[in-house]
């Protein structure tokens, strides 16, 4: 029997993970990294639900952690076939997979420096830089749009999705006996209209869409509203006088940054600023999106075949060592700084809080989500302190929110992309907390008399009656 199982993302946004068997084959679809609170941190370290020496081959949407961060683990754990993904995920995932072994390996020797002065046993870090390379050596690259039989009984087409360089939509044909499925998985669909990438593909046949729904609760404000706001905040500073911060994730939103500025450069004012991309992991993001200008829409590829650079408007600063760093720390007025990490919790972005968030005429500019727990969310919620290193600072800075900037569909964005399916094929949310496909799915049942599945994590789906069970045996 041919079942596609759910082994991450189900009621949840982080740790993607699907278990495809058909005809004694067995394929993962992804295979991210549980991300948030320390208890679902732990589940990381756990046995994998499968025997990893057994998987016959895996397919990756794309680079983020929370879809590749435990292959370098499936490696050290037996796993030995083929990661198919397109060419631009393999240059990213070389970059970030070794980054995140980095921080693991780091982490875990902090931590086992206290836990040997209480005699506890000593941590292995999850995986290491060996892991990572090893990993990224058994990618097969895959260009959009060209289909690749795997085995007799699965075939495999990758399209553009539109949500980071090299984000993929899944097409899989599965074969066994007289059985004939079309599953196709969404992977994270792109924000209609955002900055460098290009619209999701939209697909026309499926037996089965399994579809993420990050934002199924929610509606976008306009690209041309989030402009807008930016172009309004770089005035008020540029009258204040002081830095502008912006937390920043490496692969996506930076792009997203540095292009726009490139782009807006004479509207916006920019000649009045000094650009700091202080973070290594974002500058070397950044070089694998300029290799790939074929993967950009119409309006970026304009752009650069005119000669200009996409992310490096004039005045962008390139920051890689912690001197260049620190030398940032002596300008009080005129820099806009781009640095990691995204939520605040950690990185660079920390320390420019110390030396400017005290400071009224500064800014700061949230453009990504912000995690509950997290520094950036206390920012993003008003609080009058934050701790930095044991030290307790004033923000007296402002602090902006621009909600416009994601890289996700929208409710709208979702609900268009599944709407071009011919005949309605069976359809199961997963990749988003309960409260956004719950109201995702209400919208589907009541637009388009679809009832979607919601499964939980570790329920199998039958893909021959296309039916929800529980897991194998139970
Ligand atoms: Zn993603």
């Known amino acids: 029997m041919a079942t596609l199982e759910f082994l991450g993302a189900a009621g949840e946004v982080t740790g993607s993970c699907y278990l495809v068997r058909v005809a004694g084959r067995q394929l993962l679809v992804d295979c991210g990294m549980i991300q948030g609170r320390a208890v679902d941190e732990a589940r990381n370290r756990a046995p994998f639900p499968f025997d990893p020496a057994e998987i016959d081959a895996v397919i990756l949407s794309h680079a983020h952690l929370d879809h590749s961060g435990r292959l370098p683990l499936l490696v050290k754990r037996g796993f030995k076939g083929?990661?198919?993904?397109?060419?631009?995920?393999?240059?990213?995932?070389?970059?970030?997979?070794?980054?995140?072994?980095?921080?693991?390996?780091?982490?875990?020797?902090?931590?086992?420096?206290?836990?040997?002065?209480k005699g506890l046993t000593l941590h292995e870090p999850l995986y290491g830089s060996a892991d990572a390379l090893r990993a990224v050596q058994?990618?097969?690259?895959?260009?959009?749009?060209?289909?690749?039989?795997?085995?007799?009984?699965?075939?495999?087409?990758?399209?553009?999705?539109?949500?980071?360089?090299?984000?993929?939509?899944?097409?899989?044909?599965?074969?066994?006996?007289?059985?004939?499925?079309?599953?196709?998985?969404?992977?994270?669909?792109?924000?209609?209209?955002?900055?460098?990438?290009?619209?999701?593909?939209?697909?026309?046949?499926?037996?089965?869409?399994?579809?993420?729904?990050?934002?199924?609760?929610?509606?976008?404000?306009?690209?041309?509203?989030?402009?807008?706001?930016?172009?309004?905040?770089?005035?008020?500073?540029?009258?204040?006088?002081?830095?502008?911060?912006?937390p920043s994730f490496a692969v996506g939103r930076t792009q997203d940054l540095l292009y726009s500025f490139a782009h807006h450069f004479r509207e916006w004012g920019m000649r009045n600023w000094s650009i700091f991309l202080d973070s290594p992991l974002a500058i070397e993001a950044t070089e694998v999106y300029s290799r790939h200008p074929d993967l950009y829409d119409a309006q970026a590829r304009k752009l650069f075949s005119g000669g200009r650079k996409p992310f490096s408007p004039p005045n962008l600063h390139i920051s890689r060592s912690a001197e260049q760093s620190m030398a940032i720390n002596r300008i009080h007025s005129g820099a806009i700084i781009i640095a990691g990490s995204g939520m605040c919790d950690g990185g660079r972005i920390k320390h420019h809080f110390k030396h400017n968030i005290w400071r009224r005429e500064c800014h700061v500019v949230i453009v990504g989500f912000q995690a509950a727990g997290t520094l950036g969310r206390r920012l993003v919620d008003g609080a009058r302190h934050i701790r930095l290193w044991g030290e307790t600072v004033k923000v007296a800075a402002q602090i902006h929110t621009l909600g416009g900037f994601s890289a996700h569909a929208d409710h709208d964005g979702l609900l268009g992309w599944y709407d071009s399916f011919s005949g309605r094929p069976a359809l199961v949310l997963t990749h988003g907390e309960e409260n956004a496909r719950q109201q995702l799915a209400v919208s589907l049942r009541q637009s388009m008399g679809i009832e979607a599945m919601l499964p939980e994590r570790g329920q199998t789906l039958n893909l021959d009656t296309l039916s929800m069970s529980r897991t194998q045996g139970s």
């Open 82 to 117: 083929p990661i198919y993904a397109h060419e631009a995920t393999r240059d990213l995932c070389r970059i970030m997979l070794q980054d995140a072994a980095y921080i693991n390996e780091k982490e875990t020797e902090w931590e086992n420096k206290k836990r040997r002065r």
């Open 138 to 246: 058994q990618f097969r690259p895959l260009p959009f749009g060209s289909r690749k039989e795997l085995f007799p009984e699965i075939t495999l087409q990758l399209q553009d999705a539109g949500h980071i360089l090299g984000s993929s939509i899944v097409e899989l044909w599965l074969r066994e006996g007289t059985l004939e499925r079309k599953v196709v998985f969404s992977g994270d669909l792109g924000h209609l209209d955002a900055p460098v990438m290009r619209n999701p593909t939209r697909v026309a046949e499926a037996d089965l869409v399994v579809m993420e729904s990050t934002y199924g609760d929610r509606i976008h404000r306009s690209w041309e509203e989030t402009w807008q706001e930016m172009a309004e905040i770089l005035a008020i500073a540029t009258e204040r006088g002081g830095n502008v911060l912006i």
